[in-house]
Nanobody, 125 residues
Framework: QVQLVESGGAAVQAGGSLRVSCAAS????????MGWFRRAPGKEREFVAG????????EYADSVKGRFSLSRDNAKNTVYLQMNSLNPEDTAVYYC??????????????????WGQGTQVTVSS
């Protein structure tokens, strides 16, 4: 049984930094495509960042490029999303997700099979 557990969400001021984590059990991040998504109040869930396991390719949404970075600790089977220069528009529930390990990565929500429960990030101005 695959489980994803996010943590690290908090309330921060604009310009600050935060790192959220996603720990997995039941499947390794090293051989799956994984993504970070977020859902802001009143908006639909959107892609933030991801890593394709086959290519090792990292992908970021335009809105977070240069500010967010994704990393992984294989020994802990945990992925991290480092978020810098946060602004109020980054306020959202952040979710991590993984798929079954397709060699062809897609960042569509429907491509991911397993989801965490989310962690709240609130950025105040």
């Amino acid at each position: 049984q695959v489980q994803l557990v996010e943590s690290g969400g908090a309330a921060v001021q604009a310009g600050g930094s935060l790192r959220v984590s996603c720990a997995a059990s039941g499947r390794a991040f090293s051989n799956t495509n994984m993504g970070w998504f977020r859902r802001a109040p009143g908006k639909e869930r959107e892609f933030v960042a991801g890593r394709g396991w086959y290519s090792g390719r990292l992908e970021y949404a335009d809105s977070v490029k240069g500010r967010f970075s994704l990393s992984r600790d294989n020994a802990k089977n945990t992925v991290y999303l480092q978020m810098n220069s946060l602004n109020p528009e980054d306020t959202a529930v952040y979710y991590c997700a993984m798929d079954h390990g397709s060699p062809c990565v897609s960042w569509k929500i429907s491509s991911f099979d397993y989801w965490g429960q989310g962690t709240q990030v609130t950025v105040s101005s």
